[in-house]
């Protein structure tokens, strides 16, 4: 054989080079300190603490909320008018945010500052008065954000969706990853400043206490860490079991909620159409389990979007929702992959936006089953390829951007003790094969109990088990007609034997 004509042997896989390491130091009084040492003229910097909605109770619930709303108001130190100067005057970006797992702060500022913004994070999380004149100015402004929220499903539907799917309560009135994100206008009236600086007084203690940092040299910034934190105490015997009496593992139930829009008035904006929303999701592997990572494959496999794209780079115009659902019924608005990771379990889906007509009532969970079918049977090489890809592309562009890196340090450290970085992550994303997005697919909408063989040698591993029966949780909203296909919903994924009970 000719040397020219010999078969060229393959390139090998490209190896993310390592990042630079991510460094973490643990105070005497249990605060973390994690940070990444990058060149630059800005520096991030944030605090995140290791609680959030999911540990509210029934007589606490909405304070996850209005802490974060209620961040830059008057401290110790500082009038609100004089904290408002101070960020101000530093010229950068400072955030507060909520979740149901963490309550964060975070900011971005020239490097010179950084002990600036450090004092005022201090204050903010340790000596905020919470005054009740400035609680009932927070209560007219977030009851103006909860009446705009209705009007955007794609905010508040998810909320129901973990409502309905995880409405079992746990003992002592909790109820864990079903509390919304948001206040309710009941609880906003009834919010006192005692009730929230006694959430704060249970969950802001050191050892819940992370804060991270994209810039900085890392003593530098611990030493600015125990200036100003050093001298709090651990958390008493008594508020360590008030935490771990508050702290209760998320149940699954699942279940069906039609919310039926006939009777609102039509949106101000004529230009705003009317639609149906409907989503449809699992109990899935939590954020521990090995199979995460298959699962967050088959999420950019499966994509989605609008049913309107001027296509471009990373748009995901050859996901299978946009070729297979959008690019095949015109009339579907929008369908898009659900996909939410806890500690302890997670929801996976579609959801869907049709126009309120019987017919695409009647079709579009057909539709949606079809999808979640096909996930268990058929992933091809090409598409399985390009979904990597896709996620490593994902992954890697935003971990660009510092307050995104910050967030990713700051969530992981203060969740799990450490920090996977983007290189392991690409190392394990690559290891994935068809047959284990297959394996994932049937353990979520099939409720096969298969334990994940996958091992990365993560010592934070733990296996996932299901905490409810496999059932599927269905959130409808829109005009809903007399003997509407979607009331029988339950009756369609019996049919095409979604759900464990169903497939069983």
């Known amino acids: 054989m000719s040397l020219f004509s010999r078969k060229k042997p393959s390139p090998p896989a490209p190896i993310l080079p390592p990042g630079v390491p991510t460094v973490i130091t643990t105070l005497k009084n249990g605060i973390k300190v994690a940070s990444v040492e990058t060149p630059g003229h800005f520096v991030s910097f944030g605090a995140y603490i290791n609680t959030g909605t999911r540990n509210e109770t029934i007589a606490n619930s909405g304070c996850s909320h209005i802490l974060d709303r209620m961040t830059f108001k008057s401290t110790r130190d500082f009038t609100t008018e ?10 950068g970006n400072i955030s507060a945010h909520s979740s149901r797992d963490t309550i964060m702060y975070q900011s971005s500022v020239f490097r010179p500052d950084l002990p600036k913004v450090v004092n005022i994070v201090s204050q903010i999380l340790r000596h905020a008065k919470i005054l009740p004149e400035e609680l009932e100015d927070t209560r007219i402004t977030t009851m103006y954000e909860l009446e705009d929220l209705q009007m955007r499903p794609e905010m508040i539907l998810p909320e129901h969706l973990h409502r309905v799917a995880f409405q079992h309560p746990a003992q002592d ?13 009941e609880q906003l009236n009834s919010l006192t400043p ?3 600086r006694n959430y704060k007084s249970t969950w802001y203690t050191p050892e819940r206490i992370t804060f991270a940092g994209v810039g900085m040299e890392h003593q530098a910034l611990v030493e600015l860490i125990e200036q100003h934190f050093g001298d709090m105490s651990p958390a008493s015997p008594e508020t360590l079991a008030l935490q ?3 702290i209760r593992p998320a149940v699954y139930s699942g279940g069906i909620e039609i919310l039926d829009t006939s009777s609102n008035p039509p949106p101000p904006n004529p230009d705003i159409p009317v639609l149906t929303n409907v989503y449809v999701a699992f109990e899935a592997p939590s ?4 199979d995460v990572y298959p699962l967050a494959i088959l999420a950019s496999l499966m994509g989605g979007g609008g049913s309107f794209s001027a296509g471009g780079p990373g748009k995901g115009m050859y996901t299978r929702l946009y070729t297979q659902v959008l690019n095949r019924y015109h009339w579907v608005e929008n ?13 996976f889906g579609i959801a869907a936006a049709v126009p309120p007509f019987v017919e695409a009532h009647r079709a579009i969970l057909p539709i949606i089953c079809d999808q979640m079918v096909r996930m268990t049977m058929d992933i091809g090489r090409e598409e399985l390829s390009r979904a990597k890809n896709q996620l490593k592309s994902n992954l890697l562009m935003n971990l660009e951007m510092r307050m995104v890196e910050l967030e990713d340090i700051g969530k992981q450290v203060v969740l799990q003790g450490k920090r996977v970085d983007a290189s392991e992550m690409c190392r394990r994303i690559d290891s994935i ?6 394996r994932v ?6 409720g096969e109990d298969i334990r994940s063989p996958l091992d990365f040698g993560d010592d934070n591993t733990r296996h996932w088990t299901r905490t409810g029966q496999g059932q599927p949780t269905v959130v409808v909203q829109g005009p809903i007609f007399d003997n509407d296909p979607l009331h029988k919903a339950s009756e369609t994924l019996r049919d095409w034997q979604l759900g464990r009970s169903q497939a069983a």
């Open 287 to 290: 954020l521990y389990d090995p």
């Open 244 to 246: 771990n009496s508050l």
């Open 441 to 446: 697919a049937r353990r979520v909408v099939l």
């Open 194 to 196: 005692e009730a929230i």
């Open 173 to 185: 009135n909790t109820h864990t990853l079903g509390n919304s994100l948001f206040c309710s206008p």
């Open 335 to 347: 369908c898009n992959t659900v996909n939410y990771s806890y500690a302890d379990t997670g929801l």
């Open 433 to 438: 094969q068809a047959a284990d997005i297959k």
């Open 82 to 91: 004089q904290l408002v100067q101070q960020l101000e005057a530093l010229g």
